[in-house]
């Protein structure tokens, strides 16, 4: 942190759609950044020197303390890697990789270079999920039921990368729901699944999930794209002291039909205060747990190929 006002100064790789809808408004609002350049191939944004490559971004940017990385997961170990040897704090965006082993690589390059890593879970931030996790601390589960279902064409739209190996298909959303539930719940491990896999595509469309706990819970998740009309974001624990619903991908909380109050949406806030603090105090916060679940699915699930799919 040397820039003169204190901030951390910034830079951001990969203009595309959550760079523009999150992260540079953000960062923009934040009075713990300074945004100091961007890299992107083909996106550009107005008021600080663009990059081609994060390269190009570190060599005219001696200065910046901090990229954020907002490529498909496919792409983003190398450019980790090298921001992290520079000495670069790193912001990933979920999922932190597209390889479990190849976050190890960072976690372990991260500390060796003494800057910090942050593998962000956007959804771990929305509103209801502290409280839920805070109800949920000590009682007894009986049964949990997640309901990830959201159609592609409309929040996925000419996106070649997700459904190519690595980018996770119906996971891309899905990791958010894992990664609310690892975070809400007791550790609980895969038993079975079926990722349904159209034929002309390399990640799945649908996958029915089946896990359990050390207690013999019943954890059950279906993520579906091909849903239209009302879309579904919706985790359901069943407990002895009554039904905790969090819903609209975590914004809601109902517990017994009580509808919770909560403070509005701010969940990349959240992630940039997270990251500032994680910089001051020289830590790294990196929890594979949600990439465990979705690596375990693709190693333990049955594969159903289903009708091509077409955009
Ligand atoms: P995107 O718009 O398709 O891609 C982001 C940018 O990455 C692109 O504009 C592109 O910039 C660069 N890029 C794309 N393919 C690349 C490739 N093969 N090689 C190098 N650069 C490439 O994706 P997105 O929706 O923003 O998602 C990016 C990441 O954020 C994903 O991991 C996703 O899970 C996560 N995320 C997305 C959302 C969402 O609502 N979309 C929400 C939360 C998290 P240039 O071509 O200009 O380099």
Redesign the pocket.
Known sequence: MSASNGTIRIGLV??????R?QHLPVIGASPDYTLTAVA????RYEGVPNYRTLAEMLAGQGDLDAVAL??????RFSAALAAIEAGRHVFL???PGATLAEVGILIEAARARGVSLFASW?SRYAPGVEPARHWLSGRRIRSVAIAWMEDVRH??PN?A?IWQAGGMGVF?PGINALSIATHILPPFFLTGATLSVPENRQAPIAADLHFTDADGTAIEAVFDWRQTGPQTWDIRVDTEDGLLVLSKGGSVLTIDGSEQPLPPEAEYRGLYDRFAALVRSGTSDVDLNPLIHVADAFLRGERRTVEAFTD
């Open positions: 990969g203009i595309g759609k959550i760079a809808d992107s191939r083909e996106g907002c490529q498909p997961p496919q792409v965006e979920k999922p956007h929040w996925h996106q990368w891309d």
